[in-house]
């Protein structure tokens, strides 16, 4: 977790949403079912100071990386152990952005031994901001803006659906979590529900679970044998 997202607004959209310029290129695409290493939007302040939608490739690469083999394995920092990670340190300490997601996918394995995919999005159709990482890692005149998405423990009913989800910052903490600071462990502190809707946990089709299909029919509801799980749980 998290290993597939959402992202289908409009560079105009996120611009406006984030308070942000557009650096984006014209480079943003609706995606439904962002898989590691994809190009995608996210939020980071620039040198200058004022906040900047770029697009960014999922999986961070630390500037001493070798190669970018290893980015698909580093789409996901821990929030307990990202300020001591020999991988992630440095960007969680100076270097902190926001991914906007319409919602991530889960898995849970059923009785008969296959799997149900879940799509995790606000009921009320509002963007998510994930709390995320990014790093610039360059070789051989190729350079990349990469990032993590950073998880936590899943709590409450959610953690029927995984054992992890995404940090998920709601508006009044986005500020916060982009500006400089020399102790970014407070920054880790679980958010307030107050402003979030509620999350809606929709079963979908198996179509998700490979990365070469996209499309909105991929977040439809889909009806199953026996729905365990309640169908909208608190953010937090």
Do not use: K
């Not at 995606?31 to 999922?58: I, K, M, Q």
Request: glycine fraction near 8%; include cysteine.
């Amino acid at each position: 977790m998290c290993g597939r997202y959402a992202t289908t607004r409009s560079s105009g959209e996120l611009s406006a949403l984030f308070e942000s310029s557009d650096d984006t290129d014209d480079r943003i695409r609706p995606d439904h079912n962002v898989a590691p290493t994809d190009p995608v939007p996210l939020v980071r302040v620039t040198s200058e100071g004022h906040r900047s939608l770029c697009v960014g490739r999922w999986g961070l690469l630390p500037h001493w990386s070798r190669s970018a083999a290893g980015a698909a394995r580093m789409i996901n920092a821990r929030s307990e152990t990202v300020a001591t990670s020999r991988a992630y340190a440095g960007a969680f300490a100076r270097r902190r952005c926001l991914v906007p997601a319409d919602g991530w996918y889960e898995w849970v394995r059923q009785p008969d031994g296959g799997r149900q995919a879940y799509y995790l999005t606000p009921a009320d159709g509002s963007v998510l901001a994930l709390a995320g990482i990014w790093s610039i890692w360059e070789s051989g005149g190729d350079s990349r803006l990469t990032f993590s998405v950073l998880t936590t423990a899943a709590l409450g009913e959610l953690a029927e659906v995984h054992d992890r989800m995404p940090v998920l910052l709601p508006p009044e903490r986005w500020a916060s979590w982009l500006a400089p600071t020399d102790e970014p462990e407070r920054l880790l502190t679980p958010p307030s529900a107050a402003g979030l809707a509620g999350l809606e946990v929709r079963p979908v089709g198996p179509a998700v679970g490979d990365v070469r299909n996209d499309g909105p029919h991929l977040t439809e509801r889909v009806t199953v044998a026996s729905e365990v799980l309640p169908q909208e749980l608190p953010l937090f």
